[in-house]
């Protein structure tokens, strides 16, 4: 992004988002605050975020006490780095009993086509034998992360493999693959923020912004 930012820009100040000029920086309105501004245009609020979260919760934790067998706990598996805020904040909204918790980091190689190349998968024990198990992740793409995810599970033998992803873009999955939950559909554009990075950065953001394309 262009420093100073030039048109408009959103800001969040407290709870309140702030749509603000270029010129208000420059009569230096907006003081110091404006010197970290986030880039792009708020997509999902902290508030909304807060608000399916928590929806997001009550009905997962609906599920496991109806169709859990008698004794046995859920895993919650959280892929990393990317769903790090989505899969805490969701712990959170979760009233079980008993709940295992792990995380795992997958990436696919950039450009491939192949389910059979994503990195961290291979790492996977035995400890998903019979297990219920919940992946929570960031965002459904092209498909592929998450199913090769979800087969592989199953080839380790979990009894039950449930998906419960953050975001899905409104595009044709290379992989055909449907959330069990899903907190939001969003439009085919490239987002940051709530534990999305580009190259590692944005990540810290609160909120879900877009990142604006070249031609904007
Ligand atoms: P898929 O395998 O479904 O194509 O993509 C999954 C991964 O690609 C996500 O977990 C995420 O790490 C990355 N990804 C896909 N779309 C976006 C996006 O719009 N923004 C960011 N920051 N990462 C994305
Ligand atoms: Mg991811």
């Not at 496991?64 to 004794?71: D, K, M, N």
């Not at 998906?163 to 939001?184: N, S």
Request: aromatic letters at 6%; charged letters at 30%; hydrophobic letters at 40%.
């Amino acid at each position: 992004m262009k420093w100073p930012p030039q048109g408009r820009s959103q800001v969040q100040l407290g709870n309140e988002e702030k749509d603000i000029d270029s010129s208000d920086l420059s009569k230096g309105r907006f003081g110091s605050l404006l010197l970290s501004m986030p880039p792009g245009r708020i997509l999902i609020s902290q508030a909304k975020l807060r608000a399916r979260v928590r929806e997001l919760g009550v009905t997962i934790s609906r599920h496991y006490r109806r169709h859990l067998p008698p004794g046995e706990k859920p895993l919650f598996l959280g892929v990393m780095n990317g769903a790090l805020f989505f899969f805490t904040d969701l712990l959170r909204a979760v009233d079980l009993d008993d709940v295992e918790i792990s995380t795992l980091r997958v990436s696919s190689y950039a450009g491939t086509q192949s389910a059979g190349t994503l990195r961290g998968l291979k790492a996977l024990g035995d400890s998903f034998n019979g297990r219920h198990v919940l992946i929570v992740d960031d965002i459904l793409d092209t498909g592929l992360t998450l199913s090769a995810l979800v087969t592989r599970l199953k080839e380790l033998g979990a009894a039950d493999v449930k998906t419960c992803i953050l975001l899905e873009k409104r595009r044709k999955h290379d992989v055909p693959i449907k959330p069990d939950w899903l907190g939001f559909k969003i439009e085919d554009e490239f987002v940051v923020g709530y534990g999305l990075d580009l190259d590692g950065k944005y990540r810290a953001l609160k909120q879900i912004r877009v990142l604006k394309t070249p031609d904007q």
